[in-house]
């Protein structure tokens, strides 16, 4: 019911997107990130790393700090599709060499009436996707850190039917960071790298296991260069690549009979989620070029002043033939003592997209500076 055959028709013999289970796990969930083109691989950390690398989190200044995102989703079209975060971190031991972080993302599909025999009303249903993880980072060097981030995954598209069953599965992240200062010119400059093998894990069902979808497994690596202009102005320039560790699905040859597309799709069905991740740096039916068009890359810049201000932009793009997102991104920012506010908009460039002309806005707070204040 739910497997996008589409995907495997003769029609699409050059536009040839990965499917994944659960999409809403690839969005950008913080206005920060958002507002640099989806970028937060090697970013100065903040209380939303999770989602982009959560070993950024031994790096950040404070010792513990809440945020919450709200992303609204096809908001021309209808107002309760949505996607919620909040995120966090804890930083523990003698030394601040040790953090724990954790997330919550849900992802409202709204809500639709389903009507019985005689299409009398029935009940209410509210399909959604939801993730909870926790991670464990800790500074393994001055400059470098990792992280281990483990999540719970749970899909429900339940329309009162038998067909169609909640699905469960779970995956694990690995992350690196480092980040080191050297001198450009009579300035200290901050060179951030960082790397995030995200969604490593089980495969995810919707029919009672009689067929089986990859969860958006993906690698993430990331550079970012942040450069004091003067005292109290501030430039950074960052830059993040990812690829999808999941198959590509082979598309259908002239003339194949019915049984062979059945045959080939379900040997695509059959690959193993870790046997997909290896499988996939390798295996694009259009060879070298193929897979090239599999990297989507994006480019980001911030200015802060007096590090309480900050304007973002950012440039996200990927091949037509794998999906097609192209769009710019515009960000602003402003945070005190205790808390953060940041916004984020995005301009599509290319075919229709969700979060087109949307607002999303985050909320962090910084738990020290609130404790100082009620002092």
């Known amino acids: 019911m739910f497997w996008p055959t589409a995907y495997f028709s003769a029609a699409a013999q050059e536009y040839n997107p990965i499917p994944v289970a659960l999409p809403s796990l690839q969005i950008a969930p913080d206005a920060r990130g958002g507002g640099m083109g989806d970028i937060g691989a090697a970013t100065m950390p903040d209380v939303y790393s999770q989602h982009w690398n959560a070993a950024k989190y031994p790096f950040i200044s404070g010792e513990a700090g809440i945020a919450f995102s709200y992303t609204p989703w096809l908001s021309k079209l209808v107002s ?12 523990f031991g003698n030394d601040n060499l040790n953090a724990i972080s954790a997330s919550l993302r849900y992802f409202s599909l709204g809500e ?3 009507g019985g025999l005689n299409d009398e009303f029935w009940q209410t249903v509210a399909p959604h996707e939801l993730a909870f993880d926790v991670g464990y980072s800790r500074k393994l060097t001055e400059t470098f850190s990792g992280a281990v981030t483990l999540r719970y995954i749970h899909a429900d598209y339940s329309t009162g039917d038998d067909e169609t069953t909640p699905g ?17 010119g009579r300035s200290e400059a901050l060179f951030g790298l960082g790397f995030n093998i995200s969604n490593i894990g089980t495969k995810i069902s919707y029919d009672g296991g ?21 005292p109290k102005n501030t430039l950074s320039l960052s830059f ?31 690959i193993s989620s870790i046997g997909g991740i290896f499988k996939s740096l390798g295996d694009a039916p259009g060879g070298f070029k193929e897979e090239m068009q599999e990297v989507m890359w994006s480019l980001g810049a911030e200015y802060r002043y007096d590090n309480r ?17 192209r769009y710019f991104t515009f960000g602003a920012g402003f945070r005190s003592d205790f808390f953060q506010i940041d916004a984020a908009y995005l301009v599509s ?4 997209n969700p979060l087109d002309q949307t607002l999303r806005v985050s909320l962090g707070f910084d738990m020290e500076g609130i404790r100082n204040l009620m002092r």
């Open 80 to 91: 309760d599709i949505h996607l919620l975060y909040t995120s966090g971190y804890w930083k």
């Open 112 to 114: 639709m009436e389903v």
């Open 168 to 184: 469960n599965a779970f995956s694990a992240d690995i992350a690196g960071y480092n980040e080191s200062y050297f001198y450009m």
């Open 210 to 230: 009689n067929s089986s979808m990859f969860l958006p497994a993906n690698l993430r690596l990331g550079a970012s260069l942040g450069y004091p202009l003067d």
């Open 240 to 270: 993040d690549v990812n690829k999808l560790l999941v198959p590509t699905p082979r598309l259908a040859s002239e003339n194949e009979s019915d049984d062979e597309a059945q045959r080939r799709i379900e040997e695509y069905q059959n």
């Open 309 to 325: 201000f900050s304007v973002r932009t950012g440039y996200y793009h990927e091949s037509e033939y794998k999906g097609n997102r």
């Open 349 to 352: 460039t290319a075919q229709s």
